[in-house]
């Protein structure tokens, strides 16, 4: 996003109440992305289908305490690290930073 100051907020504030939608995780298996994967509690419903994909976890299905994805260099910039495959909710983020409100 052209403005972004990398300021982490998005990521930091929100980050850790996403979840992931059924697309996201058929196209993380279907590219084979286990390192994302783990990372998912994925829940399926009477029919086998894909109900929910909670977002960050660990490997006994735990949240952990920030997504496991977020890098940010010396300077307190901050990235995703899974640019190309996050979820599709990150995406769609508004942030009210460069969009304020008044
Ligand atoms: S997946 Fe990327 S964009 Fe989404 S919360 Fe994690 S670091 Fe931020």
């Avoid at 496991?68 to 010396?74: D, G, N, V």
Wanted: hydrophobic share 30%; charged share 30%.
């Amino acid at each position: 996003m052209s403005g972004c100051t990398q300021c982490g907020t998005c990521c930091l504030k929100y980050g850790m109440r996403l979840e992931a939608s059924g697309q996201d995780i058929a196209k993380w298996m279907f590219d084979g992305r286990e390192d994302i994967l783990r990372h998912v509690l994925i829940r399926y419903d009477e029919k086998g289908e894909v109900s929910e994909g909670i977002l960050w976890v660990d490997e006994n299905g735990n949240k952990v305490a920030s997504c496991p994805f977020l890098r940010s260099t010396e300077d307190k910039r901050y990235f995703c690290g899974i640019q190309d495959a996050k979820p599709e909710v990150c995406s769609w983020h508004f942030c009210e930073k460069y969009y304020p409100f008044d």
